[in-house]
């Protein structure tokens, strides 16, 4: 087995993100000394983590984001119960973004704080969602509205769990690596799968150790994510998130060009890394009304001033208040057009 160790630079918080093939292998080494036992949150038909010498029971959350709600937390929490789980025992999330959401509340809720240990099994939940303490749920008012920022003691991101993932999922997850390329201005795609995961691992927990309740630079993970995020309702989901994100990451680099932040050639590398370097798409799957999509970013949740975007710049990426109106709409109408 090879394997990277980053850690999560939070003071008595710190934990490591073990990347490599075969990594699940450390799972038992990183589980809190004091845990007698151990609840898994998983999907069926995931990868597993194999033999666990701790009493342990797996509970099984259903697949789609519909069932990332409060109905799914109480399911855990009262198998927690059922199995008897006290304040000193672990919960193991087992599973892509989703379940690592999902075991990470139940985990911060379960007698207001249970370790929790993730394995992520998707792309995405390696380089992003199950690093960085975020956990939370949907109501029908909005995406991850209800929640808790909850560090988990340990992320295991095995490589050869990705062998069974959906060549859709992979995409998905794809997008979000693209916009780690604009934020740190490496190529990633240079690397192979383990350095490129450990690459985005590595960004992601430079900014949380800096910036763990996005207070500031925290938010620049969000590239992409202004527009991603209108896209995913106004479609209905057709498109994954992380295929959203790359077109909004294009979208992105359209606007900062017609702010004049950036020059005609970077608005064109957002296109080409996206487009030919990551294979993704650069434009959504169907036709949507620019105002719509603008109606929808003004509720957006990280909406405080106006519309805010994270646009690149001659200092590099950066968090922008009160986007005029007009110059997001015309830019989205020629961007939706071509
Ligand atoms: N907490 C954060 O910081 C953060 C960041 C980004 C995204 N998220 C959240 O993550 C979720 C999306 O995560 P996701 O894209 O991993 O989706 P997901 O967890 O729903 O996984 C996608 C699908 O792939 C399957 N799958 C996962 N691993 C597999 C494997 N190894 N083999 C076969 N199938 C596998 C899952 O069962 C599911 O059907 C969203 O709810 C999003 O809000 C959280």
Redesign the pocket.
Known sequence: MSSRIIRVELGERSYPVVVGHGATKTLRTLLPAAARRAVIVT?E???TIGDLDLPHTSLFID???AN?NLSTIEHLCRGFADFGLTRNDVVIGV???????VAGFAAASWHRGTSVVHVA??L??MV??A??G???VNIPEG??LVGAFWQPRAVVCDID??S???ES?MR??LG?VAKYHFISGTDLLAMTMEERIAECVRIKAEIVSEDEREGGRRALLNYGHTLAHALEIAGEHDM???EAVAVGVVFAGRLAGALGLIDGNRVETHERVVGDTYGLRTRPLRSHDPAELVRIMRRDKKAINGLTFILDGAGGLAVHNDVPEDVVVETLRTFLSE
């Open positions: 999907q038909g995931l990868p697949r789609g984001e990332k599973g892509g973004g989703l379940v690592t959401d099994t998707s995405l939940g992003d969602a690093i960085g975020k956990t939370a995406k991850n769990h990705l069974t993932l959906p999922e998905c997850g979000e994954a998130h992380g």
